[in-house]
């Protein structure tokens, strides 16, 4: 009998086998059906206007549809941040537990094939549920955009204004509708899971328990999105705008590096929330910025795992 | 045969920490042990002895804290030494969510494996374990012996040369038990090696040509079964249809010679085993019959 060729030390089909039943794992756990509360919250709205909004008159219908893109894209960031910190701190431990990773690492899998599979399958799982919430939101917000620009049309030809402000409250209108901008900012969200599931992964390959992983992971979340003002407020000084000192520079650093600055995800979907416009450079920039925190978390679950005893 | 072995642990040492800082627990104390290609060998000993860090350690699972473990020459730790390994741990939990194929289909794509090649393998394999009818049902309805058996299409799902299986028989009933002992028995005779821990004794004692039995992590003993338990001094004389007086001349003999003694002596025993199985499988057959 021969003996078998060597195993390489990283491949991507094998990577994709994992993640290909990680999403299995969590379409058959019925992660999904989260959706249809969510898509029930995507539709309601339509119904609801704000409670100042007074009909076409006020001409300010943008106000309607910029509440209308906070709430969902709101909804879609809080969805896929949990889903991304409690999928992973779910999945290793379980296999663990389930003693369902023995079988897997005795098998020639290396174990950052593993770790990247896992983590992979979670990511892929949130992309579908944001496809899916994105199809939702771009059709509600394009029916409500095209409610909107119905209503002030007749009124502002009612009041007679003149033919170029009627064509540019209509594009301010649109500019409020299902855009681009609108896509980074979704785009934004998922990254910014993405970048939180893999924290969850490190914590998952040295934590005991899942509790403990989901209250870790949480944490730098909730970290992560604040740091920046953190930062502002305890090193500089607000009046005179002092330079930090060295100290201050290595702990706004220490910070920089270990939670990801979550601010950087949300400027960009508030940016979508208010129509204003978004370079494409920003949004590769912000792609970067999380491939590179993605990988760093990664790296160091790997460091971990690779020595990790079963 | 090549002479390489299958299994090589020298001086395995492995040390865990204890519940207080600084405080080592010795598991595995300085163990050495070969086992060669084709041979069935038996690892046994009490709960805590250290059967299953050895184990895991051959497996690569756990890194020794001194000595050296390695499957067909190569470094258990290497992930390459994993091509030719099949595993069945004990009490095997799977991904509940897969059907018994697609389990198979998983673990086999693990290992490269891929097409029609795979498509048949896991038919094969499937039929082998007396899974065909259930392999789409999703493993979550599974008992513990439909899932025992799972384990072990698993493991030799890419035809290795090795398989450790631990307990291979814990939670199935006699009859699944003998089907799994059975099977040992032919992977043996297509040459397979087979390292497996077991509690049942007289299992071990069925299918292994060699044992090793380890106490508070100590290879306390080991050799060729055969040799282990025969009693040197003693010998069995087992006759059919014997007649009373043939026996009274066998006795007379004995006596006149005075150079032997009767120990014991009475009607030979089948096995609990081969009674249940008998009974069970007898009473299955009428049923069949009557239908």
């Known amino acids: 009998m021969s003996t078998r060729a060597s195993t390489s030390f990283f491949s991507l089909r094998r990577i994709l086998i994992i993640a290909q039943n990680t999403v299995t794992q969590l379409v058959r756990m019925k992660v999904f059906y989260f959706l249809a509360p969510i898509a029930l919250l995507f539709v309601g709205i339509q119904f ?55 079988t897997i690492l005795c098998k020639p899998v290396p174990r950052l ?58 594009a301010e209108i649109a500019a409020h509708g299902p855009t681009l901008i609108l896509q980074y900012g979704v785009m ?19 934590s005991t328990s899942t509790i403990f992983t989901i209250a870790t992971s949480a944490m730098v979340w909730i970290i992560g999105a604040f740091q920046s003002v953190a930062r502002e407020g305890l090193f500089t000084d607000p009046f005179f705008g002092e330079d930090p000192n060295m100290a201050e520079r290595i702990v706004s650093t220490f910070v920089t590096l270990v939670f990801p600055d979550f601010k950087l995800f949300e400027s960009i979907a508030d940016g979508a929330v208010r129509a204003e416009e978004v370079l494409h450079t920003d949004m590769a920039q912000l792609g970067g910025f999380a491939a590179l925190y993605i990988g760093i978390y990664v790296v160091l679950s790997w460091f971990v795992f690779s020595d990790k005893e079963f | 045969m090549s002479d390489v072995p299958a299994v090589e642990a020298k001086n395995l040492v492995k040390d865990f920490k ?18 060669a290609p ?17 184990m895991k350690a051959v497996l690569g699972l756990v890194a020794p804290t001194s000595g050296s473990t390695s499957i067909f020459g190569r470094n258990s730790l290497k992930v390459d030494s994993r091509n030719e390994v099949g595993f069945l741990p004990e009490n095997p939990y799977f991904y509940k969510h897969l059907t018994a194929a697609e389990t198979v289909r ?13 498509k048949e393998r896991i038919g094969e394999l499937l039929e082998l374990v007396g899974l065909q009818d259930a392999r789409d049902r999703r493993l ?10 799972i384990g072990l299409a698993q493991a030799m799902v890419q035809d290795p040369r090795l398989l450790v299986l631990d307990e291979p028989t814990a939670g199935v009933d006699p009859t699944g038990s003998r089907e799994i002992r059975d099977l040992i028995l032919e992977l043996k005779n297509r040459g397979i090696t087979v390292f497996l821990c077991s509690h ?92």
């Open chain 1, 113 to 170: 094939d593993y770790l990247v599979g896992k983590l992979l399958g979670v990511m892929a799982v949130i992309f579908i549920a944001m496809v899916v919430m994105d199809v939702l939101l771009v059709a509600t917000l394009h029916f409500r955009t095209e409610q909107k620009l119905v209503e002030v049309t007749e009124y502002m030809k009612k009041i007679g204004y003149p033919e170029e402000d009627l064509a540019a409250g209509r």
């Open chain 2, 38 to 54: 084709g041979e069935v060998y038996g690892l046994i000993g009490p709960n805590g002895s250290g059967k299953s860090t050895t």
């Open chain 2, 200 to 291: 049942l004794l007289e299992q071990v004692q069925q299918v292994c040509d060699r044992v090793g039995i380890i106490h508070q992590g100590v290879l306390v003993n080991e050799g060729r079964l055969d040799d282990l338990i025969a009693v040197e001094n003693r010998t069995e004389l087992i006759l059919e249809n014997a007649s009373e007086s043939l026996l009274d001349q066998i006795r007379t003999l004995v006596d006149v010679t005075h150079q032997a003694e009767v120990v014991s002596e009475g009607n030979a025993r089948t096995t609990l085993e081969d009674l249940f199985l008998r009974e069970t499988m007898s009473d299955a057959k009428e049923q069949a019959a009557s239908k």
């Open chain 1, 48 to 102: 609801f206007d704000l409670i100042w909004y007074q009909g076409a008159e006020t001409l300010q219908p943008e106000q309607e549809l910029r509440m209308h893109k906070n709430i969902c894209l709101g909804t879609m960031m809080v969805f896929s941040s949990m889903f991304g910190i409690v999928a992973t701190a779910l999945l290793i431990p379980g296999d663990i537990e389930d003693r369902t990773l023995y």
């Open chain 1, 188 to 206: 934004a969200h998922f990254l910014k899971a993405s970048v939180i599931a893999a924290v969850a992964l490190l914590i998952s390959t040295f």
């Open chain 2, 18 to 35: 204890g519940a207080f800082k600084g405080k080592k627990v010795r598991a595995v104390k300085n163990v050495s042990f070969q086992i």
């Open chain 2, 106 to 118: 998983f673990y086999g794509k693990l290992c490269g494996m891929r097409g029609r090649k795979l």
């Open chain 2, 140 to 149: 979550k309805g599974f008992s513990k012996g439909m899932l025992q058996r």
